[in-house]
């Protein structure tokens, strides 16, 4: 048995604490807010605290807060020796450098709110400074998910990286792909079980080998009809992105 | 029951192949295809023929060949008065003008050769030059998938081009991801759970309400750093994705 006190009550603090809550293998001995609303929320499942003196002892902190206020939050806590995470993508550990014992605990998920997760599925990339530490922390991730990495803040820079692009702009290729449908009575849900197919395409497919479209079969008949049909921002993203894959595939053609 | 006979073998004709031969509301009479080792491996299952002048009779002819040749090959299709209808996203129904009864029959969806699909899950696009067309092409549709749709040549240019963004440049963007996490000596796998998850909640929520990142959060110190660590064509397309995002969301900041 592992314990842990949670420090955050956001969108990840919150996967988490039902998350611990419903492991057998760990103690989620307080969870930690100044949001009193959401506080009160979690009250009956767990201990809370706003006090940030008042923490109670635990095996693990882990501050599960917006990017920006990780530094100076965790010059806060006044907990010594133990030892002290962070759950973000592109902070550095050395934000927590106010800490002998410190280190990275970052799902590698988008949350929605209320929306439950399963965990086990989701990896964790975990850092810590001290190697004495980092069993510590790959049992409690061990405890809820089965996809478990080290991963060192370098990578956690590129991993992050990767995932703008994986995640944020495909969201937005989404967008527009939704703009497109709407403005031509056409219901967006038609596309849904293509874009799910493209997204499973790649778990037994290297992106690169399985790349379709007028791009990459560098046919300027359909490239120039369709840019025609688009406003100027999407004309701009289609011509960039038409000519990156003619410049990536285009030696093999 | 209604009858159908195919013209082609590639992966899209093979996977209406083995849907219609499944399928207890079709009578698949016969399949034509010029290439002699594909038809070899369907001969087992249905009647086929390598002679344009020797097709069967049926209600409709279904050509699944690729976007360039559709129009001269029907053209040499001598059958008369029958219902003729290509498979295409891109090419417009009057590629077929040869034939008096003619149409169009689009699986939006991405096939990938040898790997079974279910049908009833996938779209099927439908336009008739006349509306009493309509019912038969509709029939054979709805013998195979739930989601039938009526799409004029118009709107299916625009859902071609809506599936450019959401599958041909998701695919890029994911072989862009790819490639950061092989750089780095990160298991590109690390991120598919992401990915998956980012297909899956568009079903139930508007991507434009749920687009999330440094650009929408006009992160700048972040989206300074992430350029940084990008090559040159990466860079690019990092820049004007998240200018993108910028003038779309700005406002709302």
Redesign the interface.
Known sequence: MISAILLGTGNVANHLIDTFLQSKDVDLVQVYGRNSANLKLIRDKVCTTSEINQLKNADVYIIAIS?DAIQEFSSQITIKNKLIVHTSG?VSMDALSFHKNRGVFYP???F?KNKP?NFK???I?LETNRSENYKLLEQLAKSISN?V?N?DS??R?????????????????????????T?????F???????????????N????N???????RN?TK?IE??IN??NN?QQ???K??TQ??K??YGKKL
């Open positions: 990017d592109s590698l998920q988008t929605t997760v599925e989701i990896p990339c996809h990495y991963i370098n990578q820079k590129y991993i992050h990286l990767a995932a703008v692009f994986t995640n944020n702009f495909v969201n937005y290729m989404y967008k527009i792909g939704n703009d497109i449908c403005e031509n009575n056409i219901p849900k038609i596309l849904y079980p293509l874009i799910l197919e493209t997204a499973k395409k790649i778990k497919n290297n992106p690169a399985i790349q379709t479209g007028p791009a990459v046919d359909t009809k369709q049909l688009l921002q701009q993203i289609y960039q992105l990156a894959i410049n990536t």
